[in-house]
């Protein structure tokens, strides 16, 4: 077992403890990033950094209390840290203690205390905590999942966007931060950064959005154990709904996967103390469709993101590809003003959040002119025939091998489809802008490959497969079915 994964069980593994009083694993997770910061802000000025901690709410200051003192101490050190703006209050909005037993969070603090944070080279603390973020994604019931973009995608799709350094990278859907945190690592292993490049890198490039508190605290924490913003007064993630208005920077490049779910509401409590939620339609200037489709603003959004040849790869339901009204408006605007030039089908059964059907969509921005900017799109089908599930078969970086060579990232310009009339199974096939506009409402769901599992019953998909596949449907359904009643104002 490496250091990481000996640290990570051993920090887990207290869990299963804080569990029997209650502690979910997120809530774990929160009180960790909490008692980690102060930790390594603590170590970081023992070797002659600045402490950004005002010394009333020091790491010491926990370590001298036991009992019900030190819990007492520890919620004003929650309370007074998370006040304010800038990065120390958004690890710590709205900050409470989850831990009821004091005697259990002093030995968590005494479980945190006795290792040198610092001393472990970036990697191993970056892996700790994405091992600690995986955990959590997996436990069904926190549902922090919907935050958890599979790693081996998010490792695909950055190869093949090939970040620089100097660019500006932007996630207006955070999450906790693997899009960024892969773009970060990308550009530091694939360049020879001279000293304002690194601190460019570490302090300027990277910005993301994330509307729900506790993503974000996670996020900024996670960026900060891979050295990004140790030395930052503002925090790189802004707490916000990214979609309320079109940032004030252009960006060079957007990688995101925006939240699950295709309307945007608002949930309240009114005058009777009902609880009632109501769906919001996004109205901006700068949109080219007014809709409540959460998915077809995020599209629209990331387009106002970019300035002229910035690049962007955008996680999308299949919704966003085929539906008419906005949907159709969105595609045939994106089309014109940007070359969309490549389109991912992904598999079922690879996200944590159940009855998603997703494709990845990358496109390059050529601003508004009478020429259109799309002349082909590319699109490899990793769906058909591929079966997923996340404990038994995951999906790793391996199976996404064959789509970053058909990508051709050194230069897409020279691209060779796998798929011909004599090779009908090739999963590689370029479409002309002719071809798509010839379709119905210029839907962009397009499949060519046969089914196997419709036409031979011999080799069904395994019992897992297929189990997992009619879950996934029941949920899209019942995903579909709340979204109604939403609508109808009853309460689900």
Same mark, same amino acid.
């Given at each position: ?24 694993y ?14 390594m802000?603590?170590?970081r000025?023992?070797i002659?950094?600045?402490n ?19 819990e ?13 703006t ?40 970056a ?20 935050y958890f ?18 660019q500006?990278?932007?996630d ?38 994330e ?18 913003g140790h ?8 707490v ?9 920077a252009?960006?060079?490049?957007v ?12 949930t ?76 991912? *089908?992904?598999? +079922?059964?690879?996200?944590? %959040?159940?009855?998603? @059907?997703?494709n990845?969509?990358? $496109?390059?921005? !050529?601003? #508004?002119?009478?020429e ?6 590319w ?30 990232p ?16 090739g999963?590689? *096939?370029c479409? +002309?802008?002719?071809?798509? %506009?010839?379709r119905? @409402?210029?839907?962009l769901?397009? $499949?060519?490959l !046969?089914? #196997? ?39 689900v």
């Amino acid at each position: 077992m490496s250091e990481a994964a000996a640290i990570v069980q051993r920090v887990w593994n207290y869990c299963n403890v804080l569990r029997d009083d209650g502690v979910s694993y997120g809530d774990y997770l929160e009180q960790l990033t909490y008692l980690l910061f102060l930790k390594m802000a603590e170590e970081r000025a023992e070797i002659g950094r600045p402490n950004p901690i005002p010394e009333a709410y020091r790491w010491p200051t926990l370590t001298a209390r036991k009992g019900a003192e030190l819990e007492s101490h520890y919620r004003e050190i929650l309370t007074e840290l998370g006040k304010g703006t800038g990065l120390i209050p958004t690890i710590f909005r709205k900050a409470q203690n989850r831990i009821q037993d004091p005697a259990k969070l002093e030995r968590l603090v005494a479980l945190i205390d006795k290792e040198n944070w610092s001393g472990l080279t970036v990697d191993v603390k970056a892996e700790i905590y994405e091992g600690l973020l995986e955990k959590n994604a997996q436990d069904i019931k926190s549902g922090a999942g919907q935050y958890f973009t599979p790693r081996p995608l998010i490792q695909a799709m950055v190869d093949v966007m090939q970040p620089r350094p100097g660019q500006l990278i932007a996630d207006p859907a955070a999450g906790t931060g693997g899009f960024l945190l892969a773009a970060h690592d990308y550009i530091r292993t694939h360049n020879k950064l001279d000293r304002d490049q690194r601190h460019r890198l570490n302090h300027d490039a990277l910005q993301g959005w994330e509307i729900v508190d506790n993503a974000a605290r996670l996020c900024v924490m996670n960026l900060y154990l891979h050295g990004i913003g140790h030395d930052s007064i503002e925090s790189p993630i802004h707490v916000d709904d990214s979609l309320r208005s079109a940032p004030a920077a252009k960006f060079n490049m957007v990688l995101t996967n925006p939240p699950f779910g295709k309307k945007s509401s608002v949930t309240y409590i009114n005058e009777l103390g009902e609880k009632k939620t109501e769906t919001l339609t996004i109205e901006r200037q700068d949109f080219w469709a007014t809709t409540s489709n959460k998915q077809l603003n995020f599209v629209q959004h990331v387009y106002s993101m970019l300035g002229i040849g910035g690049t962007a790869a955008i996680v999308v339901p299949d919704n966003v590809l085929f539906e008419g009204g906005a949907g159709e408006t969105v595609r045939r605007r994106l089309l014109h003003s940007c070359d969309v030039h490549t389109l991912l *089908r992904l598999p +079922t059964g690879i996200f944590y %959040a159940q009855g998603v @059907k997703a494709n990845v969509l990358f $496109f390059d921005v !050529r601003g #508004e002119a009478k020429e259109r900017a799309t002349q082909d799109l590319w699109i490899y089908d990793l769906r058909t025939n591929m079966n997923f599930t996340l404990k038994q078969n995951p999906l790793t970086r391996v199976h996404l091998d064959d789509f970053v060579k058909c990508y051709h990232p050194a230069n897409r310009h020279q691209r060779t489809a796998t798929w011909s009339e004599e090779n009908p199974d090739g999963r590689w *096939r370029c479409f +002309t802008y002719d071809e798509l %506009a010839a379709r119905d @409402k210029l839907s962009l769901d397009i $499949f060519w490959l !046969r089914d #196997e599992s419709l036409e031979d019953t011999a080799n069904l998909p395994d019992p897992d497969a297929l189990a997992v596949e009619i879950v996934e449907d029941l949920e899209a359904a019942l995903a579909q079915f709340r979204e109604i009643a939403e609508e109808l104002g009853e309460e689900v």
